[in-house]
């Protein structure tokens, strides 16, 4: 972020103001992790915050301090509608263009007269914001939000509150630290919010130590579906929308499931395919690893996008026709994946 741009800022939120905080539609553990640290370190300084997320997110998601106070705009649009419509400024993160948040929201925010702060990690940043903060090559918004008070020159603001936010994003946005967006600056960002009072043990057991019978049930059933297409170095998991049901399938239940499919030896491209038939789609989850880029085969072939070893998409054709697609077009890589 321009240093004039920091100072801007500074200067804006040096006076109690009404703020909404958007994270993107189905948001993860850095989406919410970001807007809640951001929220908790705003009201520091009495400002009026609301967290609204399009809708609601995982159960493993609902430890974190202040997640009660977020409303969701598809239950509580009413209210939602109210406080964006009376805020005098605007935060989106971990999303960069309105889109991502659904259409009804979308429009409510492009109606908006808040002015508008974005903080991403995202490829190719629509042009909405009156400051953006847009950085590919962080490993997650939760650490550009530790940047971002740092560039306000507020660490000794960071209360154990929003060093737990900060830091669950940090960890699942990376993988537990494990992905390439990893850097040693990445450390010593969670070395200073251990340091500040996140419980790294009790972080990590809150989000991947409380699985469900059905969960794990359901994640058999996944491993059983799984495929590998050998001379592509690709591996693919399908779940079906009966197959979901049999297993009482609840928001976050497939996180990180594809993961599985590209810890296969030798696999450099993992997909899942999950079928949604309330909302007419098949969700796409891609993974990859070294320099092949499923961001732009997701742009270009599942109306996606992401980053270059993560990224999603959707489908409108069946679950069947959806995954034949995908494998016709692996030709068109052999030699990235080879």
Known sequence: MKSEDIKAVKALLSIPKRIVIIP????????????????????????????????????FLKWIPGEVSILKFETQQEVSKKLISEAEMMFTLDFNALHRTGNDMAAVLEASDALKIMIDHHQAPDD????????????????????FIEM???????????????????????GSFRFRSTTSRTHQVIASLIDKGADNTNIHNQVYDTNSYSRLQLLGRALQNLKVIPEFHTAHITLSQAEL????????????????????????????????????????????????????????????????????????????????????????????LA
Do not use: W
């Open 24 to 59: 993107h539609r189905n948001p993860d553990g850095d989406a919410i992790g970001s807007t809640l640290g951001l929220m908790h370190y705003l009201k520091g300084y009495n400002h009026d915050v609301s967290v609204i997320a399009p809708n609601d997110y995982p159960e």
């Open 128 to 147: 909405y914001a009156t400051y953006m903060y847009s950085d590919v090559s962080m490993s997650s918004t939760c650490e550009m939000v530790y940047n």
């Open 152 to 174: 306000l020159d507020d660490t000794n603001k960071i209360t154990p509150e929003i060093a737990t936010c900060i830091y669950v994003g940090i960890m699942t946005d990376t």
């Open 245 to 336: 049901d049999e297993f009482n399938f609840k928001k976050g239940d497939t996180e990180g499931i594809v993961n599985y499919a590209l810890s296969i030896q030798n696999t450099r491209l993992a997909a899942i395919f999950i079928e949604n038939t309330q909302e007419g789609i098949i969700k796409i989850s891609l993974r990859s690893k070294g320099d092949f880029s499923v961001n732009e085969l997701s742009r270009k072939h599942f109306n996606g996008g992401g980053h270059t070893n993560a990224a999603g998409g959707r489908s409108e054709d069946t679950l069947e026709a959806t995954v034949e697609k995908f494998i016709t077009i692996l030709p068109e890589y052999k030699s990235q």
